[in-house]
Protein backbone atom coordinates (compact mmCIF):
# COMPACT_ATOMS: atom_id res chain seq x y z
CA UNK A 1 0.00 0.00 0.00
CA UNK A 2 2.68 2.53 0.85
CA UNK A 3 4.80 2.03 -2.18
CA UNK A 4 2.01 1.43 -4.97
CA UNK A 5 4.10 -2.06 -5.68
CA UNK A 6 2.73 -5.45 -5.52
CA UNK A 7 5.31 -7.43 -3.41
CA UNK A 8 7.33 -8.93 -6.13
CA UNK A 9 8.37 -5.85 -7.16
CA UNK A 10 9.21 -4.17 -4.01
CA UNK A 11 13.15 -4.04 -2.88
CA UNK A 12 13.14 -5.98 0.23
CA UNK A 13 16.30 -6.62 2.69
CA UNK A 14 15.11 -10.60 1.67
CA UNK A 15 12.70 -11.01 -0.23
CA UNK A 16 11.29 -14.40 1.27
CA UNK A 17 11.94 -13.76 4.78
CA UNK A 18 8.63 -13.08 7.04
CA UNK A 19 7.98 -9.52 7.85
CA UNK A 20 11.29 -8.80 5.90
CA UNK A 21 12.34 -4.99 6.14
CA UNK A 22 12.03 -3.01 3.20
CA UNK A 23 14.36 -0.90 1.20
CA UNK A 24 15.43 3.27 1.12
CA UNK A 25 15.42 2.62 -2.70
CA UNK A 26 11.65 2.31 -2.59
CA UNK A 27 9.37 5.25 -2.85
CA UNK A 28 6.69 5.20 -0.54
CA UNK A 29 3.47 7.74 -1.06
CA UNK A 30 3.96 9.55 2.27
CA UNK A 31 7.74 10.58 0.41
CA UNK A 32 5.19 11.93 -2.30
CA UNK A 33 3.03 13.74 0.31
CA UNK A 34 5.80 15.08 2.43
CA UNK A 35 7.71 16.59 -1.13
CA UNK A 36 4.13 18.28 -1.50
CA UNK A 37 3.95 19.89 1.67
CA UNK A 38 1.91 17.66 3.43
CA UNK A 39 2.88 16.92 7.56
CA UNK A 40 3.02 12.75 7.66
CA UNK A 41 1.82 10.82 10.53
CA UNK A 42 1.91 7.35 11.07
CA UNK A 43 0.04 6.42 14.41
CA UNK A 44 -0.31 2.96 15.78
CA UNK A 45 0.72 0.39 18.61
CA UNK A 46 2.06 -2.94 17.37
CA UNK A 47 5.16 -5.02 17.18
CA UNK A 48 5.07 -4.95 13.09
CA UNK A 49 5.03 -1.15 12.69
CA UNK A 50 8.75 -0.83 14.81
CA UNK A 51 11.62 1.00 12.80
CA UNK A 52 13.64 -2.09 11.90
CA UNK A 53 10.38 -2.81 8.82
CA UNK A 54 11.71 0.62 7.46
CA UNK A 55 8.24 1.96 6.85
CA UNK A 56 8.63 5.03 8.24
CA UNK A 57 9.90 6.56 5.07
CA UNK A 58 8.53 10.06 4.66
CA UNK A 59 7.00 10.46 7.60
CA UNK A 60 7.36 13.45 9.82
CA UNK A 61 5.67 11.51 12.96
CA UNK A 62 6.28 7.43 13.92
CA UNK A 63 4.26 6.58 16.62
CA UNK A 64 4.51 3.14 18.16
CA UNK A 65 4.20 3.99 21.58
CA UNK A 66 2.42 1.64 23.23
CA UNK A 67 3.33 -1.78 21.26
CA UNK A 68 4.24 -4.40 22.69
CA UNK A 69 5.90 -7.94 21.67
CA UNK A 70 4.44 -10.51 19.09
CA UNK A 71 3.27 -12.56 22.09
CA UNK A 72 1.44 -9.28 23.83
CA UNK A 73 0.12 -7.76 20.86
CA UNK A 74 -1.79 -10.90 20.60
CA UNK A 75 -3.64 -9.91 24.14
CA UNK A 76 -3.92 -6.12 23.72
CA UNK A 77 -6.72 -3.99 23.10
CA UNK A 78 -5.02 -0.64 21.63
CA UNK A 79 -7.78 1.21 19.64
CA UNK A 80 -8.12 3.91 22.29
CA UNK A 81 -4.80 4.47 22.51
CA UNK A 82 -4.27 4.85 18.81
CA UNK A 83 -7.29 6.96 18.78
CA UNK A 84 -5.97 9.26 21.68
CA UNK A 85 -2.07 9.26 20.28
CA UNK A 86 -3.62 10.63 16.70
CA UNK A 87 -5.96 13.00 18.08
CA UNK A 88 -3.14 14.68 19.89
CA UNK A 89 -0.83 14.94 17.07
CA UNK A 90 -3.80 16.19 14.73
CA UNK A 91 -4.29 19.24 17.26
CA UNK A 92 -0.55 19.70 17.25
CA UNK A 93 -0.19 19.95 13.54
CA UNK A 94 -3.90 21.72 13.20
CA UNK A 95 -2.74 24.02 15.88
CA UNK A 96 0.52 24.68 13.43
CA UNK A 97 -1.75 25.57 10.19
CA UNK A 98 -0.71 21.96 8.57
CA UNK A 99 -2.02 19.87 5.68
CA UNK A 100 -1.93 16.40 7.26
CA UNK A 101 -1.54 13.25 5.43
CA UNK A 102 -2.02 10.13 7.92
CA UNK A 103 -1.67 6.39 8.26
CA UNK A 104 -3.75 5.47 11.59
CA UNK A 105 -3.59 1.77 11.95
CA UNK A 106 -5.90 -0.54 14.40
CA UNK A 107 -4.60 -3.81 14.99
CA UNK A 108 -7.48 -5.04 17.16
CA UNK A 109 -9.29 -7.34 15.30
CA UNK A 110 -6.30 -9.47 13.97
CA UNK A 111 -5.79 -10.60 17.58
CA UNK A 112 -7.39 -12.75 19.86
CA UNK A 113 -10.72 -11.25 20.00
CA UNK A 114 -10.29 -9.68 23.77
CA UNK A 115 -13.80 -8.96 26.14
CA UNK A 116 -15.18 -5.06 25.79
CA UNK A 117 -17.70 -5.59 28.05
CA UNK A 118 -18.39 -1.56 28.53
CA UNK A 119 -19.56 -1.90 24.64
CA UNK A 120 -22.17 -3.68 23.18
CA UNK A 121 -22.22 -7.85 23.69
CA UNK A 122 -22.83 -9.48 20.56
CA UNK A 123 -25.03 -13.04 21.54
CA UNK A 124 -23.53 -13.51 25.18
CA UNK A 125 -19.71 -13.07 23.72
CA UNK A 126 -20.01 -16.84 23.69
CA UNK A 127 -19.15 -17.74 20.02
CA UNK A 128 -15.97 -17.11 17.89
CA UNK A 129 -18.57 -15.22 15.82
CA UNK A 130 -19.67 -13.54 18.66
CA UNK A 131 -16.24 -12.37 19.89
CA UNK A 132 -15.27 -11.09 16.40
CA UNK A 133 -18.08 -9.54 16.03
CA UNK A 134 -17.20 -8.16 19.28
CA UNK A 135 -13.85 -6.71 18.25
CA UNK A 136 -15.02 -5.00 15.24
CA UNK A 137 -17.79 -3.07 17.20
CA UNK A 138 -14.63 -1.87 19.43
CA UNK A 139 -12.48 -1.06 16.74
CA UNK A 140 -15.61 0.91 14.79
CA UNK A 141 -16.33 2.58 17.81
CA UNK A 142 -12.71 3.92 18.50
CA UNK A 143 -12.54 5.25 14.82
CA UNK A 144 -15.73 6.80 15.37
CA UNK A 145 -14.00 8.84 18.34
CA UNK A 146 -11.39 9.56 15.72
CA UNK A 147 -13.86 10.75 13.10
CA UNK A 148 -15.69 12.83 15.95
CA UNK A 149 -12.01 14.52 16.72
CA UNK A 150 -11.64 15.41 13.50
CA UNK A 151 -14.71 16.72 13.22
CA UNK A 152 -13.98 18.89 16.62
CA UNK A 153 -10.82 20.04 15.05
CA UNK A 154 -12.93 21.25 11.68
CA UNK A 155 -10.40 18.58 9.71
CA UNK A 156 -13.20 16.59 9.01
CA UNK A 157 -15.29 18.21 6.45
CA UNK A 158 -11.57 18.65 4.10
CA UNK A 159 -10.51 15.35 4.77
CA UNK A 160 -9.99 12.46 2.16
CA UNK A 161 -10.28 9.28 4.41
CA UNK A 162 -9.47 6.00 2.77
CA UNK A 163 -10.37 3.00 4.93
CA UNK A 164 -9.06 -0.36 4.42
CA UNK A 165 -9.56 -3.54 5.91
CA UNK A 166 -8.69 -7.32 5.73
CA UNK A 167 -11.92 -7.62 7.97
Keep these: IFTDLFPSEIDWVKLYRNFSPILDSNVTMYELLKERGFATVGV ?21 RGAGTLAEGNTMSPA ?68 DGMKELGMFENSVIVVLSDH
Design 44 to 64: FAHWYFEPERNLQQGFDIWDN
Design 80 to 147: PLVTEKTLGHFRTLVEEGKRVAAFVHYMDPHSRYMPHPELKVFGGNKTLKDKYDGEIYWTDHYVGKLF
